[in-house]
């Protein structure tokens, strides 16, 4: 028996700001959208893994939510310190140039960290922090 990571969840604020930063600007394929009401949920990941994908969902889509939790949560997600993910990339400083070229939100640019690893971070549109990590 084995198990596997199948997709994790990430915020989305503005649904084609994330699609085009996802699609666009990390290369991830689109591999579902569905939209319900004014709600939409973009489920993405890259071509190589198509068994792992991250879903960029409405935070406030649970029903469970009270109002005081939403605002609570919003303003989390506004600062950018709720959410996040690690990747990693072949070349980090290649992939590094590209992403800021294409005007993503630079946080830390890439460097060696004590524990051993080189790598470096940007924000999402929603501030989901992403850390990309030298393969």
């Not at 198990?3 to 666009?24: G, K, M």
């Not at 992939?95 to 830390?108: D, H, M, N, P, S």
Request: with cysteine; glycine share 8%; aromatic share 8%.
């Amino acid at each position: 028996m084995s198990i596997t990571i199948r997709s994790s969840f990430l915020p989305l604020v503005d649904a084609e700001a994330s699609l085009a930063f996802y699609r666009d600007v990390l290369g991830f394929e689109v591999r579902l959208d569905v939209g319900h009401e004014n709600m939409r949920w973009i489920t993405v990941g890259p071509a190589e893994q198509p068994d792992t994908a991250f879903v960029l969902h409405p935070p406030l889509a649970n029903p469970g939510l009270t109002e005081e939790e939403g605002r609570t949560l919003m303003e989390l997600i506004a600062k950018g310190s709720y959410f996040g993910a690690n990747l990693s990339a072949s070349d980090l400083d290649a992939t590094f140039a590209r992403l800021e070229a294409a005007g993503a939100e630079v946080v830390q640019e890439p460097m060696d960290q004590q524990w051993g690893a080189r790598d470096c971070a940007f924000r999402d549109p929603a501030g989901n922090m992403l850390r990309i990590q030298q393969a």
